[in-house]
Structures are given as C-alpha cells and as structure tokens.
C-alpha cells in the first residue's frame, strides 16, 4: 500500500486490476515526497514504488529514504532473513514537518508497524504541538497465518509485531487515526485523512493496514479530488470585531501576543498593517513555530516566551494564534486588563489544563479576522480618532524604544576580552554571513531569545522552530526546508541553529547520510555549552536558593564533556563528503565562518562546532 503519491493502486505488469496502494493515491493529493523506513510489511509498496518510478516519471511522489543510528530487525540470523529496518523514524517524520510548515502542503511518512511507529517519538509530539499536516502510514502484522490470503505471514517477525492496537500509539497527538480494511475504498479513507491533516488546527494523521488489505486486487476507480477540500477558514461575527477595534483604540497600551501567525504568511503583513492603523500597538512574539511579527518594525517587541514587561503593563491584550502567551508564575496581565483570544483551538482541545481570562474568545482564522478587525477600524469615527495627537505621540515613542532596544542588542554582540565567544557574538557573525533570505531551523534552547535578538528575521516563512518540545527537530527539518526550497525552484540558503545536546537527540548520522545522498547541502552551527542549561534552569525557577545554584554541571549530571567531536559525527556519516570544522576563537570564527557559508553555496553541507562562552 502506498501512501505517497495519494494511495494510487498499482497491480503487476500485465494485470488489468489494481492493488490497493496508498502512495498513488497521495499524490494525487498533493504530496509530492515519501519519507520512507521500509520493513516486512510494504511488499505491495515495494512493488508499487518500482512500477510508478518506472511508468509515471513526474508524477509519482519522490522517495525519500530515512534511516536512523538504532536498528532493530536487523538481525542476519535465519529465523528473521536478512532484513535491514530502521526502528526510529525521527528524521523522516522531522524532514517531512520541516517541509509542510514551509509550504503548507501535506507530506507522507511511511514506517514499519508498531516499533516504526514507536520510533516517531518526540517528532510526533512537535507535528501535533506545530501543527503539521502529516500523512502517517503504517502497516500492521498479517492477520492470517496459514497462507489463507496473499499478504499471511512469512516470518517470524509477524508474531512478535502483532500487537493490541498499535493505532493507541499515536493517537493522542493526531488529529484523526484509522484502518484501512479494504482497498474499495482506500481512496476515500486516504482523502478523509487528509482533510483532518489540512483542516485547522492542521496536524498529523495516522493510517494503517495489514498486509492482506495492501495485497487487495481492486477494479480502478476514480473520485473527484474537488470533493475532498480542507475546512474553509472562519470568521469573526460583525459584534465581535467591532468590539475588538474599538478596545484598541480606547486602549493606552494596547498589546498583540503571538506564536504561529506566521505559519500564513499573509496574515503576518496583516498583522503589521494593524500595527501601522493603530499606532503604538506593540507585538511580542513568543516565536511558537514560526517567525510572525518582523523584527525591523518598531512595534516589534523581540521574541520572549511568555515573560515580558509589556505583559505586566498592558490594559488591552490581543493574544492571536498563541498557545501561551504568557506564564502566569513569572508574569501575568494586570487587574482589570481587557483580554481577547482569537485562535485556530481557542480551548487548546489537546491541553488538559489551559485557560485565559479572556473577555472573548473565538475560534477564528488570524488572517480573516484581523481583515474583519481591520475592515471595522476604517469606519469614520475610529478613523478620526486615530488621528488625535495621543496616537502620534505614542507612535513616535514607539520608535524610539525600538530603537534603543536594538542598540542594547548589538552591543551585547561583544567578543570577550580573551579572544572567546558567546551565543550573542556568534549569531551575530551567522546574520552577516549568510545571505539575506536566509532561512534559519532553530533549536537552540535555552539560548532561543539571544539567538532571536540577534537574528531579527523580518521576512515570513525565515524562522522556524519545532513548535513542541521534543528535541532533535531541526536536523531533519532542515533538511526537509531544503528540499521545499528546491522544490519550489528558490534554492535558499538554510542554516540550522542548534545546541549540542539537541545536535545529538537529532540522529545526526542520519541527518547527514540524507544531506549528501540526496544533495541537500545546509549549514548547520551547534552551539557547544558542554551540557545541558535547561534543566538546571528548571530547578532554579522552582527551588531558587536550593542546592542546584551552587552545583556544578557533573554534580547535576547535565554535563557533555569530553565532548563529542560534532563536526566529526557528521561528516563521517556524509562519507566525508562535509565542510566540518570546530571553532573556539574569534579569529578562528571569523576565518572559517566565510568558508562554511561558501561550501554550502557551493553544493556541499557543512558544520561548524562552535565552543561558546556566555550568553
């Protein structure tokens, strides 16, 4: 069965009946990539990859293949046959998320069974949190045992994977699972899929079936794609947005809060031209999936995760496309702030625990209802009053902030006086290194907000970061906005911020054997710390003054030393065919930085061990 192409149903050379295929029929869909970690379940996808690479050039999903370090199955003893199955499949789910928040198209990962889904992990996790629209299939053991049915089982292997329900595995984090049962009607199950996965909150679906089903020989058959469309957006009622533009303008700080606005690139210029109507209006992005609010634009108040002054101050809060807009032990709105909540999943459905003290909150598309927003603050009398001099005032100190806020920012910028580095001088150096349009897969941590600072990116679609909070993301992901790029005829510029621990949980032997076997050439620069901040900073927020403030990293066993040779780790698993290096001075920087930069311009990936010091 195929899932790639849009579940096209593929039968033998000479046979006028189909199989039940699901890569076919995802083309048709949309999905032009299958991120792929094949097993003993997919001899019908095997079958069908062959026959639509050969007979459909163009116009059958490309194939991917997403090997990880850990394999299971791999056993060379006669009991299980000389099989190769990788058992994680974090890469190929992170390249195919890497590539759908790009584009916002639907991509398609294939695992084996239960332990190929098991081996998702933490990418599931950050498909679900970011919102993705993933197709994930999965086949399941053969269901018959005595050769009753073509597809029964052959190996040993089939026992030992049957399990109860392998769809409970994923099922929390999707937006819709389900069996395939039979190939009549493959196409309609395939298409339902992905309405789920394309309709907001977009996210990933899970499909599977058995060998005997995928074995299934089907009369052809045809739907009406026009049928199978997403969810169209929604709106906000006349009321509603009329109310939501007059508290801004009768507001004396009024705040915007967001996250994932970016995910539409449109809405992001939608959100700025609220900024210009409504001047003095200020907006902090807490930096969720995707850059929303350019850094340039003297509204812009940096990216912070749900701690900020602004918060404290503010006595109209609009909080649009956010999951948390702010932490309410650190920092929460004043008494009496008139609060709005527009969101995608305003009740955040897949949090047990969330709630606001919103005066409104409704479920609404951020673009549509910021036109609506928009639509009622051109009406005369809010026209007129926005032209009263409170405004002019408020704009022009509005740009004097920003601007001193910048100027902080680059004089943190600062080498030590040793000839060493922090996260600050680094990214720094990166911003002007690479080309403008840039576009950057951060996974940087603890150091998130510096790297922000100094990035500034100001172009939608240039930031993108997991969204959720399984580490080791930005590997795949990377690559998989490269090959979106590629894809797209733009070729841009990729760069992967990453920490050292987070470079690890990103199975880079994989990441790296993908880069070079199928060209997709990234720079990727780990900021080496020696450990792991973010735990300790965890237990400082709750025990302050405990035994952690005066710890060492070994004491608290977050240490990475010795550490690794990243850069080492990566071009071996790219056969040497890499830039790496490793860097611990600024002239050591500032040399190999341009090097690495051309490489990859050039057609060749490279990595930049970076030892840091301070923030």
Excluded at 463 to 471: E, F, K, T
Aim: proline share 6%; charged share 20%; aromatic share 6%.
């Amino acid at each position: 069965m195929h899932i790639g192409s849009q579940l096209q149903y593929t039968g033998k050379a000479g046979n006028s009946k189909e199989r039940a295929d699901i890569r076919s029929r995802v083309s048709i869909a949309g999905i032009t990539n299958c991120f792929v970690n094949l097993g003993s379940d997919h001899p019908s996808l095997l079958e069908a990859m062959v026959k639509g690479q050969r007979e459909k050039k163009g116009q059958f999903p490309r194939i991917i293949t997403c090997p990880n370090e850990v394999l299971s199955d791999v056993l060379s003893l006669p009991r299980y046959g000389p099989k190769l199955i990788p058992e994680k499949q974090m890469v190929a789910l992170s390249m195919a998320d890497g590539y759908a928040r790009l584009t916002n198209k639907p991509q398609c990962v294939i695992v084996h069974v239960d332990v190929g889904t098991q081996g998702l992990g933490a990418a599931i996790h950050n498909a679900s949190c970011g919102r993705v629209p993933v197709l994930i299939f999965a086949g399941l053991s053969p269901y018959t045992i005595e050769g009753e049915m073509r597809g029964s089982r052959t190996e040993y292997i089939h026992w030992i994977q049957d399990v109860p329900d392998q769809k409970a595995i994923l099922a929390q984090y999707c937006r819709y699972v389900g069996e395939i049962k039979t190939g009549k009607n493959i196409k309609q199950l395939v298409n339902r899929a992905l309405q789920f996965a394309t309709s907001d909150p977009k996210g990933p679906v899970y499909l599977v079936g058995a060998r005997e089903v995928m074995e299934e020989e089907l009369e052809p058959y045809q739907l009406d794609q026009g049928h199978w469309s997403p969810v169209q957006p929604s709106a906000l009622q006349v009321t509603d947005a009329m109310r939501i533009a007059d508290a801004l303008v009768e507001a004396d700080e009024p705040l915007a809060i967001t996250g994932y606005i970016g995910r539409n690139h449109n809405a992001v210029a939608m959100l700025v031209s609220l900024a210009l109507i409504v001047p003095g209006l200020r907006v902090l992005d807490t930096a969720g999936s995707d850059m929303s609010f350019p850094a340039s634009h003297s509204a812009s108040l940096g990216v912070r995760f749900g701690v900020d002054e602004s918060i404290r101050t503010a006595d109209v809060i609009l909080a649009i496309d956010c999951d948390v807009p702010w932490i309410d032990t650190q920092c929460h709105p004043k008494a009496g702030a008139k609060i709005f909540h527009i969101d995608l999943d305003p009740l955040k459905s897949q949090m047990p625990v969330f709630y606001l003290a919103a005066a409104g909150r409704y479920r609404a598309d951020a673009y549509t209802a910021l036109g609506n927003i928009i639509y009622h603050l051109s009406q005369p009398h809010l026209r007129s009053k926005l032209k009263e001099s409170k405004f002019e005032n408020r704009y022009q100190a509005l740009v004097a902030a920003h601007t001193q806020r910048l100027q902080t920012i680059a004089e943190l910028a600062k080498p030590g006086e040793d000839g060493t580095f922090g996260t600050a001088f680094l990214t720094a150096s990166i911003r002007r290194a690479v080309p403008e349009d840039t576009i950057f897969a951060i996974e940087a941590v603890t150091n998130t907000t510096i790297v922000a600072d100094q990035l500034q990116a100001s172009i939608p679609g240039s930031w993108l970061n997991c969204g959720g909070g399984g580490l080791g993301w930005s590997g795949g992901a990377a690559l998989g906005i490269k090959l979106a790029t590629e894809e797209m005829g733009e070729k841009k510029f990729v760069c992967q911020i990453v920490g050292d621990g987070t470079f690890l949980f990103s199975v880079p032997s994989s990441v790296y054997w993908i880069s070079h076997r199928y060209k997709l050439p990234v720079l990727t620069v780990v900021l080496n710390n020696q450990g792991w901040n973010a735990p300790r900073r965890s237990a400082l927020l709750v025990h302050p003054d405990g035994y952690t403030f005066t710890a060492t990293n070994d004491e608290l066993n977050i240490s990475i030393t010795p550490s690794p040779d990243y850069a080492g780790i990566a071009k071996a698993a790219a056969a040497g065919n890499l830039w790496a290096e490793r860097v611990e001075t600024v002239d050591e920087l500032e040399r190999l930085l341009p090097l690495a930069v051309e490489s990859v311009k050039n057609g060749v990936g490279a990595v930049i061990d970076a030892r840091i010091h301070g923030p």
